[in-house]
């Protein structure tokens, strides 16, 4: 099962989502495993940055990666995260820097445990 976190988001704007959940609930049994995350159309100084923090709690958090961008597309070679369901939540920081323009995708996966 995918869901889409980040749908074509204009990157002359910075975002920072809420906590994600990692563990779907309701009997589902499904954990996130990958996150996919995309850029492309970059404009202005490729100095943008997306932290990825995670969380057992919602409400304090860990940087686990740190993601530059510093190229126009990264649609070739998309950045993919493993996850291992050792956290509950995930959020995603975008900072855009000097960036003023350009389109920002991410999506999990999830896989039934």
């Known amino acids: 099962m995918l869901s889409q976190i980040i749908n074509s988001l204009d990157m002359s ?3 920072d989502s809420d906590w994600i959940p990692l563990f779907t609930g ?5 954990a996130a495993t990958s996150l996919q995350v995309v850029w492309g159309e970059v404009t202005g100084t ?17 940087v686990a990666v740190i993601i530059e961008i510093d190229i126009v ?4 070679d998309s950045t993919m995260i493993s996850i291992y369901p ?9 900072t855009k820097n000097a960036i003023t323009g350009g389109v920002l995708n991410a999506v999990l ?3 039934k445990y």
């Open 13 to 15: 704007n910075g975002y």
């Open 26 to 30: 309701e009997g589902q049994h499904k």
């Open 46 to 62: 490729l100095d943008g940055t997306i932290e990825i923090l995670v969380s057992n709690d919602a409400e304090s958090g860990v």
């Open 73 to 76: 597309s990264n649609i070739e």
């Open 86 to 94: 050792f956290y509950r939540f995930l959020k995603m920081k975008y």
């Open 109 to 111: 996966n999830f896989s």
